[in-house]
């Protein structure tokens, strides 16, 4: 069974890791705010229990039973998330440094009944997936609103930064998941977006923002 620590170590390793699996150790030592010599000893530990390969002077490889552990803490993260917003009241920028402590809780039938209770969701309260029981993960392709065009309409579908400043930013423009925007003009200068959408009839985004957001094109 994984450490706490060793838990994290893995889903950094997730999301850091290329197609070809590769992580590279300095920047895994910065996400996890930790010295090499410090991310260096925890790969050994990591590779003895099989989750990844590593060799002196080249990116550490996660395995797929590396992906697995991962994917299944990334699960009970997520299915926490949607618990806390579905069914305890909890606003979705409120739920994500819970969901940080609850995901190291080793007692399945703990996450299975709350899997149950909602109806076995498939996305958590930002839009990412939750991985299944086998911890595989549907990727669902999305477009990034900074990439739409000037007359297109869209439903807003998930987020690339969950972070709290970012989602209230969005609570203060009433924008949610499922929220459809039209696309009234693009300024060539900063690429920023005039949009449309509920009883906001025309709010300026900046790039950095429309970036973040994901979307399905409708119509
Ligand atoms: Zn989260």
Known sequence: MASQTEENYLKSLFNLANEKNEVNISELATQMQVSLPTVNSMVKTLQKNGWLIYEKYKPVIITPEGKKVAALVIRKHRLTEMFLVNKMGFGWEEVHEIA???????????????????????????????????????EIKYLNLSDCKAGQVVKLAALTNSSTEFLEFLNGRNLRLGT????????????????????????????????????????
Do not use: C, W
């Open 180 to 219: 459809e925007l039209s696309i009234l003009s693009k300024e060539a200068y900063d690429q920023s977006i005039l949009i449309s959408y509920l009883n906001h009839s025309s709010e300026t985004l900046s790039e950095k923002v429309s970036e973040k957001l994901l979307v399905k094109l409708l119509d």
């Open 100 to 138: 940080e402590q609850v995901e190291h809780i080793h007692a399945p039938k703990f996450f299975e009944r709350m899997d149950e209770m909602m109806g076995f969701p498939t996305i958590d309260p930002h839009g990412s997936p939750i991985p299944d029981a086998q911890g595989r993960i549907q």
